[in-house]
């Protein structure tokens, strides 16, 4: 207990957002104070600063134009270092310490799954920004809420897609043994069984695998058409390193977004990244208002470019924004049932939580494709919004 207690001290900070709140200038009332739960340390921080930024983007925007009806928000942020007891130690830290009325964030679907859990016993919105394991909107919360796709729809959309361009055989599905990689692999592997697809070979690994030469190795001797990996930037890109180096070509590499969506995966990666394929949930050319501004300002500001984690982030708070506005009492009930009727814009796309399947309070936006070309990651589906043709091995 000791040892946690120095680690908590250390890498579990609530930062106080003070200056984004003098924005709103001759406000003599607190602000309210959100709560957001992000991997700010840790091997997923380039995820969770991504969104940290994006967050203060969104915040500072709300708090210019007058904020909550002329009172401030503050964003009080905790880091949950990639780890489910931490997260729900933080989380509850901001809900009985710090009274927080509402809370936003989640990123990595284990962390966010025990946030959600805590958040709902305490009757706390929760606002769930990247979290996307199928079953954290599935278990009937009455206060969890989520902006983004789960991760069902991510290999929905990459079958539809592939399924007009190949004719494909037979399917290889590696992925990260974490709540996001295993539900992503088993429902990828039910939708494309119904499709007729043959699927040669299933295998998870453990984060922080270093050396994927022998997993490969085996997928390379099934011969797959397509091979699908679940990942974060890390592995995402010792996978394709590693695949080439072994001369592993099949028709289609595809990722389920997350590290595959990054420059840092281009980075890591570098010429072995060419041609491969993602599901990703945003991109700049997306025909809604205020998707480009974004982007280019985040471009601005931070020097890199944000990716779909980041947009996701940026609606997050304007969203959280809306609800508190409307909101009869702004009390966490109050927000609760202003959330519950959302109807609006953001440059993530159109927000409004409905029910559908065994889903509850769950928002539904199409998913993309992106694909890397030549160090660039360009959107080649739909056809509507590509800014490059797909490519692939014949």
Do not use: C
Request: net charge neutral; no cysteine.
């Amino acid at each position: 207990m000791k040892k946690f207690a120095t680690i908590m001290s250390l890498i579990v900070a609530v930062v106080l957002v003070a200056w984004a709140t003098a924005a709103v200038a001759g406000s003599n009332e607190p602000p309210i104070r959100v709560g957001v739960v992000l991997p700010l340390t840790g091997d997923l921080s380039k995820f969770g600063n991504i969104e940290k930024n994006s967050f203060m983007m969104g915040l500072e925007e709300i708090n210019a134009a007058g904020g909550v009806n002329g009172r401030p928000i503050e964003l009080l942020f905790a880091d949950d270092a990639s780890n489910v007891d931490i997260g729900r130690s933080v989380v509850e830290k901001l809900i009985e310490q710090d009274k927080v009325i509402a809370l936003t964030g989640g990123y990595s679907s284990d962390v966010t799954l025990a946030v959600a859990l805590v958040a709902d016993r305490h009757k706390i919105p929760f606002l769930i920004t990247t979290g996307s394991a199928d079953m954290i909107t599935e278990i009937g919360w009455d206060y969890v809420f989520r902006i983004n796709q789960p991760v069902s729809e991510y290999s929905k959309a990459l079958i539809e897609f592939l399924q007009g361009v190949l004719e494909l055989k037979s399917v290889v599905i590696v992925h990260d043994n974490g709540l996001f990689g295993r539900s992503g692999a088993v429902v990828f592997s039910e939708q494309a069984s119904e499709l007729g697809w043959k699927i040669i070979m299933q295998q998870s690994y453990e984060p922080h695998t270093m050396d994927f030469k022998p997993l490969l190795a085996k997928a390379k001797a099934a011969t797959p058409d397509v091979v699908y990996m679940i990942a974060y930037v890390n592995e995402a890109a010792l996978l394709m390193k590693q695949a080439r180096e072994l001369n592993f070509t099949p028709k289609v590499y595809a990722g389920a977004g997350a590290g595959f969506t990054l420059p840092e995966f281009a980075q890591l990666a570098g010429s072995a990244a060419e041609t491969v394929l993602s599901a990703t949930l945003w991109t700049p050319q997306v025909p809604y208002p205020g998707a480009k501004d974004y982007y280019k300002n985040y471009v601005k500001r931070f020097g890199v470019e944000p990716d779909y984690h980041g947009a996701e982030a940026y609606a997050s708070i304007h969203v959280i924004a809306d609800g508190l506005k409307r909101a009869k009492e702004l009390t966490p009930q109050g927000i609760r049932e202003a959330l519950v009727n959302t109807n609006m814009m953001t440059a993530f796309g159109p927000v409004r939580f409905v029910s559908y399947g065994n889903k509850r309070q769950q928002n539904m936006l199409p998913v993309y494709l992106v694909q890397w070309q030549k160090g660039v990651l360009e959107t080649v589906w739909p056809a509507i919004i590509a800014t490059k043709p797909f490519w692939y091995s014949k």
